[in-house]
């Protein structure tokens, strides 16, 4: 069975500043990659995905995230946040050719302030 | 666009009470499935549904039922409530289940808060 490994909690960061979420995943096959974000009291949404392809990926508002699959990771980063960043980030990892069930990591809430 | 909703957003039980959370979406999306969110676990899986009339098991699926007998609807029921089920609800779908270039994007709701006394 798949998992997934988000080691920091909580990322307190300066806006402007650059920032990295840090993600990894552990599965003897071939995955799918999702970086999910939650805003407060909303639910769930897709920021970007890795299903196949050139490694480097590019979301909304600004995010990108890298595949690597040699250290089986899927880290998030953004050159420079905003205050409106403010959320809750979760990475989640599907083996490919299955049903659409997805497992989360913990999140990583980042908390960006002037 | 309505999406996924669900209701109610708020919910206070006492324990042994039973309830259903509702779950509806208009994408005409195959796969629906129910978390729960707790504090530094993230999302965990309860139940899912691949059509209508096929439910199946997730992580977490004591203490919970649920049904899927159309392609819209998809509720949660809760047996009899514990504190223990105190947590955050979120329905989700996604188009496609085995086809093989299914992206897998779930669309969430926007929760419901359940507490248990």
């Known amino acids: 069975a798949q998992s997934v490994t988000q080691l920091d909690s909580q990322v307190p960061v300066f806006e402007e500043a650059p920032v990295e979420l840090r993600c990894n995943y552990s599965?003897?096959?071939?995955?799918?990659l999702f970086w999910y974000v939650q805003y407060p009291n909303q639910g769930l949404q897709l920021l970007l995905k890795?299903?196949?392809?050139?490694?480097l990926v590019k979301g909304i508002n600004g995010f990108e995230a890298e595949f690597n699959k040699s250290q089986t990771s899927f880290h998030l980063r953004k050159p420079s946040v905003h205050i409106s960043d403010t959320a809750e980030y979760f990475c989640?990892?599907?083996?490919?050719?299955?049903?659409?069930?997805?497992?989360f990591g913990t999140g990583t809430r980042l908390q960006v302030t002037l | 666009n309505a999406g996924v909703t669900q209701t109610p957003k708020f919910q206070v039980l006492k324990t042994g009470q039973s309830m259903t959370l509702q779950c509806a979406q208009d994408?005409?999306?195959?796969?629906m499935s129910w978390y729960r969110q707790d504090p530094g676990m993230g999302l965990r899986l309860i139940h899912y549904?691949?059509?209508?009339?096929?439910?199946d098991q997730g992580e977490v699926p004591n203490g919970y039922n649920v049904s899927r007998s159309t392609t819209e609807d998809f509720p949660l029921r809760l047996l009899s409530a514990a504190p223990s089920q105190t947590s955050v609800y979120f329905c989700?779908?996604?188009?496609?289940?085995?086809?093989?270039?299914?992206?897998?994007?779930?669309?969430f709701g926007e929760g419901s808060r359940l507490t248990v006394l």
């Open positions: 989700a779908s996604s188009s496609g289940r085995l086809a093989g270039v299914s992206t897998g994007e779930l669309f």
């Open positions: 599965s003897s096959v071939s995955v799918y």
């Open positions: 890795y299903l196949s392809g050139s490694t």
């Open positions: 989640a990892v599907r083996l490919t050719g299955t049903a659409s069930k997805l497992t």
């Open positions: 994408m005409n999306h195959e796969y």
């Open positions: 549904s691949v059509g209508a009339g096929i439910t």
